[in-house]
Structures are given as structure tokens and as C-alpha cells.
């Protein structure tokens, strides 16, 4: 199967700074990847969909200024919150979609839980 | 838009069936998923139908009617460790086919 993994899992940080979150398919291309939030006992929100060489795509209601989608290559997609804020705390998700083959699973990264103090 | 609606929480007994429904109201359908998420954990594949019928893999199955805008999972022989939320999602077929989550369903089983 697709391995898709996601750095770090934990992060706890001052208000104000940023983190970057990134999210490598191990053994696959991914031309695009996706962002998700989950807040606890819900389920996941879509934030974006990373395309590779393009600018994201982001779903009404997320700030792009604020969640930095940068997909650069085909194995790697980075997520960074930037000014972060304690409204900002949440279970961020990625997870990759495989062109061909095992185009019927998206595969996902292990999460990181983002603590804004 | 994307509407996908669950239940929110149901509880089974250890050793019996239960059926986790969903429904969907989507612009477009190019699949629908389940997954099942343990707390605090990523969620794991379990199922995907893009065609109408009875899907059946080990002790999980799951159907789907496309002009009914239904599915659901059905989860045989009850294991202790299957209580977990178990997440619905439809794949659109709009710009890149993105995958929309429904609420999950949290399921608890009891001995």
C-alpha cells in the first residue's frame, strides 16, 4: 500500500509564530494532496487541495494568507499556519490521492496536533 | 454544495451486527468511502463504492444506491476494539475530485 507521512505529529507553540507542517508520500507521486482540520469529536473539514507546481485550492472559509499550502514537488506538500493563534489548535490531516491504481483510497498522514499557547 | 448527514453516536453489543447509515446530497458522485477513526489517530480505509450494491469484505460491508443517495456500513461479530467513529465521505466530481467527510459516527461497543 501507499505510505503517506506527516511531520511532526505534535507541536505546541508561542501565539504569534508560525509552524509548518509537512506531508511526503513515501512510495508514490502525489499530484495532489489535501488539508484537513478536525476539531475533537468532529469530523474532518477539507481546508484545501494541494496541487503540484499550482496554487492551492482553498475551500470558502479558510484564509490563504493565514494556512500556506506550498506543493512543490510530487512527494511533498507543506502546510504552514502562519501568526498562529489559540483558535488555531486543532488535529490537522493531510492525505494523498495516487493517479492510478489505487485511485479509490486517499491515503492519510498520521496527523499533528497543533497546541497555539 | 455537499451535504452528508450520520448519526452522531450509536452503541452495539460485543458480538452483534450494526448498521451505520448515510446519507448524501452532492453536487456530483465519483465514490463514496468509509473509514474508521480511533481517537486521536488518522483515519484508516475500510470501504469504497462508486457502483450500486453490496460490497462485502471480512466482517465489514457496505451498500450503496446512488439514486437514493444512500449508503451504509454494516459491521458483523462485534469486537470490542471496533468502537471508533466511522466516517462517511463522497468524492464529487468537481475540479479535483475532492473527498467530502460527513460528521461520523461514533460507535461504542459494549460487552
Known amino acids: 500500500g501507499a505510505v503517506v507521512s506527516q511531520h511532526p505529529s505534535r507541536v505546541i507553540c508561542k501565539s504569534g509564530t508560525s509552524v509548518k507542517i509537512e506531508c511526503r508520500s513515501l512510495d508514490f507521486q502525489a499530484t495532489t494532496m489535501f488539508w484537513y482540520r478536525q476539531f475533537p469529536k468532529k469530523s474532518l473539514m477539507l481546508m484545501a487541495t494541494s496541487n503540484e507546481g499550482s496554487k492551492a485550492t482553498y475551500e470558502q472559509g479558510v484564509e490563504k494568507d493565514k494556512f500556506l499550502i506550498n506543493h512543490a514537488s510530487l512527494t511533498l506538500s507543506t502546510l504552514t499556519v502562519t501568526s498562529a493563534h489559540p483558535e488555531d489548535s486543532s488535529f490537522y490531516i493531510c492525505?494523498?490521492?495516487?493517479?492510478?491504481?489505487?485511485?479509490?483510497?486517499?491515503?492519510f498522514g498520521s496527523g499533528t496536533q497543533l497546541s497555539v499557547l | 454544495g455537499q451535504n452528508i448527514d450520520q448519526p452522531t453516536e450509536m452503541t452495539a453489543t460485543e458480538g452483534a451486527i450494526v448498521q451505520i447509515n448515510c446519507t448524501y446530497q452532492t453536487s456530483g458522485f465519483n465514490g463514496l468511502f468509509w473509514y474508521q477513526q480511533h481517537a486521536g489517530e488518522a483515519p484508516t480505509f475500510l470501504s469504497y463504492?462508486?457502483?450500486?450494491g453490496l460490497e462485502e469484505k471480512g466482517r465489514f460491508s457496505s451498500f450503496l444506491s446512488r439514486s437514493k443517495g444512500y449508503s451504509y456500513l454494516l459491521l458483523k461479530e462485534l469486537q470490542m476494539k471496533d468502537s471508533a467513529s466511522y466516517l462517511c465521505?463522497?468524492?464529487?466530481?468537481?475540479?479535483?475530485?475532492?473527498?467530502?467527510f460527513g460528521t461520523g459516527t461514533k460507535l461504542q461497543v459494549i460487552p
Open positions: 463504492n462508486v457502483l450500486d
Open positions: 465521505a463522497v468524492r464529487d466530481q468537481e475540479g479535483y475530485q475532492k473527498v467530502t
Open positions: 492525505s494523498a490521492r495516487v493517479d492510478r491504481g489505487l485511485g479509490e483510497k486517499l491515503f
